[in-house]
């Protein structure tokens, strides 16, 4: 499968920890982007990475959240402290243009 | 208030019968992406529009870009119990970063067999 993959799937955590997630992105493309998506709304940008650069965060994305591309290739999402409002998925997507296409998701439940 | 608003927010209908979704701005997109996502996982991408007055056939699903690139529409067919699921529109409006997807709220289509 050369789509889009995200680990772990799910995640429980009680407030206060760390999590980390990881994104893969289609082996060909240079652009990455992380989004969150609360229960009955659409998913909402957090922050995007050109090849290792990260051209654009969202105010959404507080000091608590860091997101890291080292290689150009995977990502990272890191949530420090976590708190019951960031109980959500976390969407990883990548594309070469305009077209993004989207991983699986990370669940998180913040307890 | 939402750039992106589609409607209706929910949708219930039987199998067999037809229904259109919409989604409207007040801002010019240079694309619009449908995507569709069930409960769980990530939004696939159905189709891309990116010249106004565009329309787009996919199997039974129809796919209109308004002439003006402000408003899109989809419409299926003869629905069926695999239609079921959250249908999302996207883009990113002339003048912000390309990149940055905004997303509608979404219709959640429910299909009854």
């Known amino acids: 499968d050369t789509g889009v993959s995200q680990d772990p799937r799910h995640k429980i955590t009680k407030r206060g920890q760390n999590v980390t997630f990881r994104c893969d992105p289609i082996?060909?493309?240079?652009?990455l982007y992380w989004y969150r998506q609360t229960l009955g709304q659409g998913p909402e940008f957090l922050t995007y990475f050109q090849n290792e650069a990260q051209l654009e965060k969202s105010r959404l994305l507080s000091d608590r959240f860091s997101a890291e591309r080292p290689k150009g290739s995977f990502s990272t999402l890191e949530i420090q402290r976590t708190e019951q409002g960031d109980s959500a998925m976390y969407l990883c997507?990548?594309?070469?243009?305009?077209?993004?296409?989207f991983g699986p998701g990370t669940r998180l439940t913040v307890l | 208030t939402q750039l992106l608003e589609q409607s209706p927010q929910f949708l219930s209908i039987q199998e067999g019968e037809n229904l259109t979704v919409y989604c409207n701005s007040s801002s010019v997109f240079s694309s619009l992406q449908w995507y569709r996502q069930e409960p769980g996982e990530g939004p696939v991408l159905l189709v891309t529009v990116v010249t106004g007055g565009e329309v787009k056939k996919l199997k039974r699903l129809t796919f209109q870009f308004g002439d003006a690139r402000k408003d899109s529409s989809l419409h299926i067919t003869a629905a069926q119990p695999g239609d079921t699921g959250l249908y999302l529109c996207a883009g990113a409006p002339f003048g912000t970063s390309y990149g940055k997807l905004t997303f509608g709220q979404g219709t959640i289509l429910t299909v009854h067999p």
């Open positions: 997507a990548s594309s070469t243009k305009n077209e993004q296409f």
């Open positions: 082996s060909e493309h240079n652009r």
